[in-house]
């Protein structure tokens, strides 16, 4: 609901550090639906967007309306956080797990906020806040891990990889590069860079690649869901916290807020791994 004091905190969070979208003209609509196709074939996504001719712009703003939480939401990753979402409640529904009050998640693009618990006064709910490049840091880092593995073929066809320690560091040797598409992934979490990635997803145009591909989207897809799974995870176990920090949002308008951080004990942040793990 609207008047959910959790969503009107997100809301005044997100005013604090994202403009409103504007898409009033052709050319903002234009533009923002080629920065969403690049974002999406960047992360390998396929939400049955393309159509013949080239990307369908109408049934990419009706997503966006479909899904945004708030008029400052950040469409791309709004969208991106619902599909997790979506997935992350599919799973513990199919656990027979009891959610006794789901919280809202949001993003906003500050780096040192990794994901937090905020409370909210006279609310039910609790507020999960994520840095809005977690999206893309399971892709960017797990392709660097893959990239550092050498991985070839046998004479009978069997792929094979090469993972002792002295195997490893003698690849890296011979592919610099690995470790500045890790250096990239860093920094773009960071917010430090906004450029395109130095290369493009896996290849599949090789049976070796092939086999890459499928280490690398699994794993892709363990540490996405592990992410929002284990701040769930919390809520499941209905953790109390451990103390409360006053949290300094300050946002690019020169409005500031103070926010009541949820920080948990150790022990909590262990049981929240191991119960977002049973998915």
């Known amino acids: 609901a609207t008047d959910d004091p959790a969503l009107k905190m997100l809301t005044t969070l997100q005013q604090l550090h994202y403009d409103k979208p504007t898409l009033s003209t052709p050319g903002d609509r234009d533009r923002f639906c080629k920065e969403w196709a ?36 950040e469409p791309r990753f709004d969208w991106l956080r619902s599909r997790l979402e979506e997935r992350v409640i599919a799973g513990i529904t199919a656990l027979d797990l009891k959610l006794q009050d789901k919280p809202v998640v949001g993003t906003l693009p500050v780096p040192y906020l990794n994901a937090k618990v905020i409370r909210v006064r006279n609310s039910k709910r609790s507020l999960i806040i994520l840095n809005d490049e977690v999206f893309r840091l399971p892709y960017d880092t797990t392709k660097a891990v893959v990239q550092a593995i050498d991985f070839q073929l046998s004479d009978q066809g069997a792929s094979y990889a090469a993972t002792d320690r002295e195997q490893i560091n003698a690849h890296l040797d011979r592919h610099p590069e690995v470790i500045a598409n890790l250096e990239f992934a860093v920094l773009r979490y960071l917010h430090q860079l906004r450029s395109l990635p130095p290369d493009g997803p896996p290849k599949l145009d090789t049976d070796l690649g092939i086999v890459k591909a499928q280490l690398y989207y699994s794993l892709v897809d363990a540490v996405e869901i592990f992410i929002l799974a284990h701040e769930f995870g919390h809520e499941l176990l209905q953790h109390l916290p451990d103390r409360h920090l006053s949290l300094l949002m300050t946002g690019s308008k020169a409005s500031s807020l103070n926010v009541d951080e949820i920080v948990y004990s150790w022990r909590q942040e262990f049981e929240a791994d191991l119960r977002s793990e049973e998915r």
């Open 38 to 73: 690049w974002l999406l074939s960047e992360m390998k996504i396929d939400p049955g967007l393309n159509v013949s001719g080239g990307l369908n712009c109408n049934r990419i703003l009706e997503l966006v309306d479909k899904t945004k939480q708030t008029p400052y939401s």
